[in-house]
């Protein structure tokens, strides 16, 4: 009587345990700012190496400013690409055609890879 009532207080430990884990980390399926995030999305890698165009990003002033969603496994959604304010259209372009090769370490917002709207003023 004494080994099952060990037994069960042992389950019943381990399952509060791992229950009021589970309880404290909530992952947003809703795409987030850099702002909201505990660390936002960055630029890693390229995924085809013949392909050149990694993201010039411009510094100062931004002359050309694009926005996508990186996804949480850091692949940028091609289909969200926008633009936002444009001054050279050939650089534009090339970003527009490179950024599905953009790798990018994901967004991490409670210990969770979040997708994220990513903003880049590009040359």
Do not use: Y
């Amino acid at each position: 009587m004494l080994r099952k009532s060990l037994l069960l207080g042992v389950f019943m430990i381990g399952s509060s345990v791992s229950a009021s884990a589970q309880d404290h980390i909530v992952c947003s399926l809703q795409p987030i700012f850099a702002f909201q995030a505990d660390v936002p999305a960055r630029f890693v890698a390229l995924r085809d190496s013949s392909h050149l165009n990694s993201p010039q990003l411009a510094l100062g002033t931004q002359r050309n400013l694009v926005q996508f969603l990186v996804n949480s496994f850091g692949v940028v959604e091609a289909h969200t690409f926008k633009v936002l304010k444009v001054n050279d259209t050939s650089a534009v372009a090339r970003a527009r055609a490179s950024a599905v090769n953009w790798i990018f370490s994901p967004a991490r917002q409670n210990h969770c890879a979040v997708p994220q709207l990513v903003q880049l003023s590009v040359e």
